[in-house]
Nanobody, 116 residues
Framework: QVQLMESGGGLVQAGGSLRLSCAAS????????MGWYRQAPGKQREWVATITKNGNLNYADSVKGRFTISRDNAKNTVYLQMNSLKPEDTAVYYC??????????WGQGTQVTVSS
């Protein structure tokens, strides 16, 4: 059974930093794309950033220049370094993985709260 285990969320003041991690396990297939999404209270889930197995990066305009996504293919782990955090970054952050068998999986979510 595939599992995506997230960690690293928490409470931080505006201007601070947090690093999220997500480790995937339980599949014999390789992971093509890993990414992060977030959902703020009362809003739809939105895409934050993705990284392919070849290292191609994409970011939402709202986080470009502040967030950095990276991955360790050997560990099936994706990271999100979040700097210069703003109160509007407050949300539950979800890890996403698209495997080579075209199945997609989600983590359980980790809360990030940025106080002003």
């Amino acid at each position: 059974q595939v599992q995506l285990m997230e960690s690293g969320g928490g409470l931080v003041q505006a201007g601070g930093s947090l690093r999220l991690s997500c480790a995937a396990s339980g599949s014999r297939f390789s992971i093509n794309t890993m990414g992060w999404y977030r959902q703020a209270p009362g809003k739809q889930r939105e895409w934050v950033a993705t990284i392919t197995k070849n290292g191609n990066l994409n970011y939402a305009d709202s986080v470009k220049g502040r967030f950095t996504i990276s991955r360790d293919n050997a560990k099936n782990t994706v990271y999100l370094q979040m700097n210069s955090l703003k109160p509007e970054d407050t949300a539950v952050y979800y890890c996403n993985a698209l495997y080579s068998d075209y199945r997609e999986y989600w983590g359980q979510g980790t809360q990030v709260t940025v106080s002003s």
